[in-house]
């Protein structure tokens, strides 16, 4: 007898993101093992490398964009130099063709006064792009999208989107060209896509859907298995603070003054070797030898003068 009933599709597997088991204390192989999309040097790394996860990524959180193409991407290394931690943070800079710039960040731990850092590397950005005697008019618009994995502002929304708008009509200023967008991987309120909880799923260490996320998991698989980006992902996990701390002890070793000096100058040459902008490298190395900025750069110049 014929059998004609139908066979029902298998159910969509969906994704779901490595994570390092709860309580297990990480050797160093295992950082790279376990590292995943909310690293901010995998994060970092899979949005320079790939130009269509990227535009897909700022299309679902900024629908409003109607991105079509991108002009650049580069990435952004900072250093908190006004913390006691030593955290660097990977930025990537979107280029549009109307100049509009996308900056891009992961952000993992909840740092002190997290709102107003950003605040603060939006002006140091902004400073930097206006050369001297540019008008102020050539300052591109900025949208920062910035992934937290804790609540930023505290109200449990997943999406939270800010430009300057007039308090008694709310019309937004668009001539000041500034907008931030935080996600919200702690959220369970507001307005969202299913597209979008599926990206906030993902990073929760969730099942989730959809052609980003397999774009994205892929990517991160590839990385992954490139040694190439291994040895970069320790040399920047590592690099930074254990040759700062060697650098210092061998002067400090040596007992004199110029020891320390010369450390000085090497672990500057190293940090912009390792693209550090010069006051980052400045701040690294006031905080890690115990001086000030200004000394710092004093001890440059002599050592650049006895070369």
């Known amino acids: 007898m014929k059998?004609?009933?139908?066979?029902?599709?298998p159910p969509v597997k969906g994704v779901r993101m490595i994570k390092a088991p709860k309580g297990k204390e990480l050797k160093k192989d295992d950082r790279?093992?376990?590292?995943?999309?909310?690293?901010?040097?995998?994060?970092?790394?899979?949005?320079?490398?790939?130009?269509?996860?990227?535009?897909?990524f700022i299309k679902?959180?900024?629908p409003d964009l109607?991105?079509?193409?991108?002009?650049?991407?580069?990435?952004?290394?900072?250093?908190?130099?006004?913390?006691?931690?030593k955290?660097?943070?990977?930025?990537?800079?979107?280029?549009?063709?109307?100049?509009?710039?996308?900056?891009?960040?992961?952000?993992?731990?909840?740092?002190?006064?997290?709102?107003?850092?950003?605040?603060?590397?939006?002006?140091?950005?902004?400073f930097n792009h206006l050369k001297h005697g540019d008008s102020y008019g050539s300052l591109p618009n900025v949208i920062q999208i910035v992934v937290c994995l804790f609540d930023p502002v505290g109200a449990c929304r997943y999406l939270y989107d800010y430009e300057m708008r007039d308090?008694?009509?709310?019309?937004?200023?668009?001539?000041?060209?500034?907008?931030?967008?935080?996600?919200?991987?702690?959220?369970?309120?507001?307005?969202?896509?299913?597209?979008?909880?599926?990206?906030?799923?993902y990073l929760r260490g969730e099942e989730a859907f959809g052609n980003l996320i397999e774009n994205i998991d892929a990517a991160v698989c590839e990385i992954k298995y490139d040694e190439s980006e291994k040895k970069k992902f320790m040399k920047f996990k590592d690099y930074v603070s254990d040759r700062t701390v060697i650098?210092?002890?061998?002067?400090?070793?040596?007992?004199?003054?110029?020891?320390?000096?010369?450390?000085?100058?090497?672990?500057?040459?190293?940090?912009?070797?390792?693209?550090?902008?010069e006051e980052t490298a400045i701040s690294l190395l006031s905080e890690n030898f115990k001086k000030t900025p200004e000394e710092i750069r004093e001890i440059l110049r002599n050592q650049q003068a006895e070369e």
Not at 3 to 9: C, D, Q, T, W
Not at 114 to 126: G, P
Request: contains cysteine.
């Open 3 to 9: 059998n004609n009933k139908k066979e029902s599709a």
């Open 32 to 56: 790279w093992n376990y590292a995943n999309f909310t690293d901010n040097f995998i994060f970092s790394a899979v949005l320079r490398n790939n130009e269509q996860i990227t535009r897909d």
């Open 60 to 62: 679902l959180f900024v």
């Open 66 to 85: 109607h991105i079509k193409e991108i002009r650049s991407i580069r990435r952004e290394e900072r250093q908190d130099a006004y913390h006691d931690s």
């Open 87 to 126: 955290t660097t943070y990977l930025d990537v800079e979107v280029e549009l063709p109307d100049d509009t710039r996308v900056m891009i960040e992961m952000q993992v731990l909840s740092v002190e006064d997290f709102i107003k850092r950003m605040r603060y590397y939006r002006s140091e950005a902004d």
């Open 167 to 201: 308090r008694y009509t709310g019309e937004a200023l668009d001539q000041n060209g500034q907008r931030i967008i935080f996600i919200n991987c702690k959220g369970y309120r507001g307005e969202i896509t299913d597209e979008q909880l599926d990206f906030v799923n």
């Open 247 to 277: 650098a210092r002890e061998e002067g400090i070793a040596e007992g004199r003054e110029e020891g320390i000096e010369k450390s000085i100058a090497t672990s500057f040459t190293m940090l912009r070797s390792m693209g550090k902008e």
